[in-house]
């Protein structure tokens, strides 16, 4: 597909994203620019004509989560009124997925309020990665595809070999989708009873449902803020006899206390995808990177040649 009819665009929150997934498209980055201004606001500017074109914008939304998630409107806005044929918002992790629901009184379903201002903005479809959970697409009234990231981290860790592997689900929620880790790599899984009791982004593993006594440990997850429940677990599987721990989630968003939290944790290596690249610190030595811009390339080829995108969910 060439780039007579398509292009990719990206926002300064993925800006390594989108060169590595035009790279694998073999075209170019769309020219833009961002400027920000002393008292805190944006400007976007697309310096390419994008008339009648189909536009994919690469714009993940985390460290500062609300600066990137305005620029990504701004983007849609901005495509739109330069009259590009269809704006896909491509948000390799979206944060306020987070606000699923209204679990207790007057607080705000933030992913909804989100997707409302996406679909507002202009965009006419969204590519996403690993929402927190699946009925976040449900909050949108414009074709959401969610990617897994599932396949590409397994066989990053497939490749490693290792001896004995357990999946284990750092929480009863995550069972069945650590289930799918398991059955993709052909091992058993174990469940860690996870008890949260507030917004402190902490919770208190308090039970292990399987055996892990001899085997190495995988802990999956979709992401890690603090990387407590990570390293929690991990003291706990190496109690209960696990001979060596690693993890896995789709995004890390890792600060300073956190890549130190995880430094200092029994876990040998954290492996994660470039999903979020705007990381207040440098990275642990401890994650290990996987790219999924091939994800994302084939996603966007197949969407802007009409082709079904349902192989890149099996």
Known sequence: MGASEFMVFAGSASRNLGRAITDRLDIELGSSEVLHFSEGNLF???LENVRGRDIFIVQGTAFPANDNFMELLFWIDALKRASAASVTAVIPYFSYAKGDKKDEPRVSIRGRVCADAIAAAGADRVVTLDLHTPQVQGFFNIPVDDLYSLPVLCDAIAA???HDLVVVAPD????KKARQWANRLQVPTAIADKRR???????????LIGSVEGRTALIVDDFTIS???LVDAAR????????TVYAAVSHALLTEAANERLDDSPIECLF???SVETQPTKLADKVQVVSVAGLFAEAIHRISARESISVLFE
């Open 272 to 274: 994660t995808t470039d």
């Open 44 to 46: 976007v500017r697309v």
């Open 172 to 175: 009863a929620g995550y069972a």
């Open 227 to 229: 990387a407590g429940t």
């Open 197 to 207: 009791v507030d917004h402190s982004e902490t919770a208190e593993i308090v039970e």
């Open 160 to 162: 490693h070999n290792f």
């Open 236 to 243: 706990v599987l190496v109690d209960r006899g696990a001979t």
